[in-house]
């Protein structure tokens, strides 16, 4: 079993930051990708940013410039640093996992947390 615990959501003003963090805990050997999905109701959820094994990042264009993507191996944990925050970026932010399947060589499993609120206002 593994679990993802999203921290530090909460309420901010435009133009303000938060930092996110997410630790993957439980049954770990390894983690390959890693990253940071958002979702509004009306609104399908979408990618905000991934990390790959080797630190590559892939950021979402609306978030582009503004947000980071980091990781620490070490603590299981992927971070996303979010400065001057806009109204749009209010959503629940999920983090995900990406793990080996047991049963492939080919394939990764990928794990969900429950999300944290992040709320933007003005």
């Known amino acids: 079993q593994v679990q993802l615990v999203e921290s530090g959501g909460g309420l901010v003003q435009a133009g303000g930051s938060l930092r996110l963090s997410c630790e993957a805990s439980?049954?770990?050997?390894?983690?390959?990708?890693m990253g940071w999905y958002r979702q509004t109701p009306g609104k399908q959820r979408e990618l905000v940013a991934d990390i790959d094994g080797d630190g590559s990042t892939n950021y979402a264009r609306p978030v582009k410039g503004r947000f980071t993507i980091s990781r620490d191996n070490a603590k299981n944990t992927v971070y996303l640093q979010m400065n001057s925050l806009k109204f749009e970026d209010t959503a629940v932010y999920y983090c995900?996992?990406?793990?080996?399947?047991?049963?492939?060589?080919?394939?990764?499993?990928?794990?969900w947390g429950q999300g944290t609120q992040v709320t933007v206002s003005s």
């Open positions: 995900t996992a990406d793990l080996p399947n047991p049963h492939s060589d080919l394939a990764r499993l990928r794990y």
């Open positions: 439980g049954s770990i050997s390894s983690i390959s990708a």
